[in-house]
C-alpha cells in the first residue's frame, strides 16, 4: 500500500511539473508571436525555404547518384548504355 501511495505522488509530482513546462512553453510563445499575421508569415517563408532546400537537396542527390553510376558504367558494361542514355537525354533537353 505504501508503494502505491508513493507511485500516486510521484504521477502527481511528474503531472505538475509537466503542466508547469507546458504553461511556460505557450506563455513564451505567445509572448513572442503576439499578432497571428507574423505567425502566418513566419510558416509561409519556412514552407519556402524548405521546399527550396528539398528540391535543392534532391537535385544534388540525384546527380550523385547518375555520376556514382557512370563511374560503375566503366565496371559494368551492362550499366554504362542505360547511363550513357540518361546522359544524352539529359543533354538533349538542356540543348533544346
Known sequence: ???FWQK?????KDGN????REA???????D?????FTIYKFNFFRGIFFGLGSVLGG???IALIVWLLNLIGWLVPGVAGFVN????VMQQTVNK
Open 85 to 88: 542514355s540518361v546522359v544524352d
Open 1 to 3: 500500500m505504501k508503494k
Open 24 to 30: 511556460v512553453l505557450e506563455d513564451l510563445f505567445n
Open 32 to 36: 513572442f508571436n503576439r499578432n497571428r
Open 59 to 61: 537535385t544534388v542527390v
Open 8 to 12: 500516486l505522488k510521484r504521477n502527481v
Open 17 to 20: 511539473e509537466k503542466g508547469a
